[in-house]
């Protein structure tokens, strides 16, 4: 029994490995997100695919909408106003590609846990 | 006919009251010595005299007012009958909400058309103007029933308006919960949301699903809704602790999380060491850090599991037990004492983690 238990876990733990590797591999061949800015403080009804969307509503940055890299076809919405807990922050490289800090973590459904540097996704 | 009855039936010259207002329609009991008396009788009694072309009118209860000519007996059934006594020599007509009224004066307010017609005050009184857009009239606004034609009168439900997220709703009221305004619109308030309440000119505040939205207030602009569903990957599954705190606790090597149970939030150490002479050596502390932390102090600890001294002894002040996330604490009830009240500006997770040690040490050095 005591084997089978290990056997369990290390089948589980190649498991997990070998899906970061493969979701690693994958990502080094998508486009890098792109920032794309609309106008005021609410996403609009469709976040493309690839883009990066900041809601900016005068000169106050509101939120990010991006697909959730996974493929769920979910769009994930991520508060920057200093008010708001949790808030992330929004950076862009000199090539203009975003960053997010700190990670992000969908609690719920598929539960991705990504971080988005340099407009490319780093699976955790 | 049944009031020249009712006169009838009284004795010749017994006394009557009616009430008697002039255009401000404040009606007072006036007493006239005259069961049937006449227009000019009622003039006289509200003190117009007959040179000034007096006016009496007779104000039923549905709001209509009936001219009464000065030779004419007034039918008087009771003694809350009204009469509008003024002078004038004619009168204008104006219809609110399709009824018609004949006023005795050139002006009239919006307070008395209200009470003419008899209007609730949860509506609002509009005029219709051709050619332009109606106007609200307030209770003081004048106006000249003398201009060609009916003046229009009709009555709204007030109603007020709040955007939540891209949806506009009305209100029959001047304040609504987010959480009816949420309903009206579409949005589920069972799910878990960032609501922020946008005023122009004020900074945003974040509102909860019973915060009342008062939405009289100047510059009033939308709810803005952002489901609660993305977690910060650093900040565990319960709420941000002040900034000092994480940086603090991220440089502990503790293990940590914020736990949010029945409305209480905590912070809970998984594996905090004790000095020795306990009956563990390590238990996971728990912290109550109050909705207004740090203004508010954290006061007293937990521990799980339930402490003895390592010879067996109870320990002081810890009879109380709670459960957090399912798991038994024991409440230590320690407290700050006079000489060092909670100062918000200076204390935090780690000085309240010092009078913790301290409590703690005192336990096995005496």
Redesign the interface.
């Known amino acids: 029994m005591i084997l089978i238990d290990i056997a369990a876990k290390w089948i589980r733990a190649e498991y997990a490995r070998w899906q970061k590797r493969i979701r690693g591999l994958f990502e080094r061949w998508r486009p890098p997100f792109r920032l794309q800015v609309v106008d005021g403080d609410s996403l609009p009804p469709v976040v493309p695919v690839g883009a990066l969307v900041l809601a900016r509503d005068g000169n106050e940055d509101w939120c990010v909408g991006m697909k959730c890299p996974c493929g769920c076809g979910r769009t994930i919405e991520l508060l920057l106003i200093p008010e708001a807990k949790p808030r992330w922050s929004l950076s862009l490289d000199p090539a203009g590609l975003p960053s997010l800090s700190p990670s992000v973590f969908l609690r719920d459904g598929c539960r991705a846990h990504f971080w988005l540097r340099g407009g490319r996704v780093t699976w955790t | 006919m049944t009031s020249q009855n009712a006169a009838g039936n009284r004795p010749a010259n017994s006394t009557i009251t009616i009430q008697i207002a002039g255009l401000d329609l404040n009606f007072k009991a006036v007493s006239i010595v005259d069961p049937t008396p006449t227009g000019a009788q009622i003039a006289a009694a509200a003190e117009v005299l007959p040179d000034n072309d007096p006016f009496v009118l007779r104000f039923l209860d549905d709001g209509e007012l009936v001219p009464i000519l000065a030779s004419e007996v007034a039918p008087i059934d009771d003694v809350n009958d009204r009469f509008v006594v003024t002078s004038a020599d004619r009168a204008f007509r104006l219809k609110v909400d399709g009824e018609q009224y004949d006023w005795p004066a050139q002006y009239v307010t919006g307070k008395t058309v209200r009470k003419l017609a008899g209007i609730a005050n949860d509506l609002q009184l509009m005029l219709s103007v051709e050619n332009e857009p109606d106007t609200v009239i307030g209770n003081r606004d004048l106006v000249d029933l003398a201009v060609a034609g009916v003046e229009r009168f009709y009555t709204v439900h007030e109603t007020w308006k709040i955007k939540v997220?891209?949806t506009v709703i009305q209100s029959d009221l001047p304040t609504i919960k987010v959480r009816d305004a949420m309903n009206k619109a579409g949005f589920d308030p069972a799910q878990p949301w960032?609501i922020?309440l946008?005023v122009a000119g004020q900074?945003?505040?974040?509102v909860g699903l019973d915060f009342d939205v008062d939405l009289r207030t100047h510059g009033i602009e939308?709810l803005?809704l952002?489901?609660r569903?993305?977690?910060?990957?650093?900040?565990g599954?319960g709420?941000?602790l002040l900034g000092v705190d994480e940086a603090f606790l991220a440089q502990s090597g503790w293990r940590w999380r914020t736990v949010l149970d029945q409305g209480r939030r905590w912070l809970i150490i998984d594996d905090y060491r004790l000095p020795p002479g306990f009956s563990s050596t390590a238990v996971a502390m728990a912290l109550e850090i109050p909705n207004t932390y740090p203004g508010a102090q954290i006061d007293m600890f937990y521990v799980a599991p339930v402490l003895l001294l390592a010879n067996g002894n109870r320990i002081g002040a810890t009879e109380t037990l709670i459960t957090i996330g399912g798991v038994t604490y024991q409440r230590w009830s320690r407290h700050r004492g006079q000489a060092s009240p909670w100062n918000p500006k200076i204390d935090n997770v780690r000085t309240h983690l010092t009078l913790v040690d301290g409590a703690l040490s005192r336990e096995v050095n005496q």
């Open positions: 997220q891209d960032h922020f946008k900074p945003k505040q974040e939308k803005r952002t489901p569903d993305v977690n910060n990957g650093e900040a599954n709420f941000r």
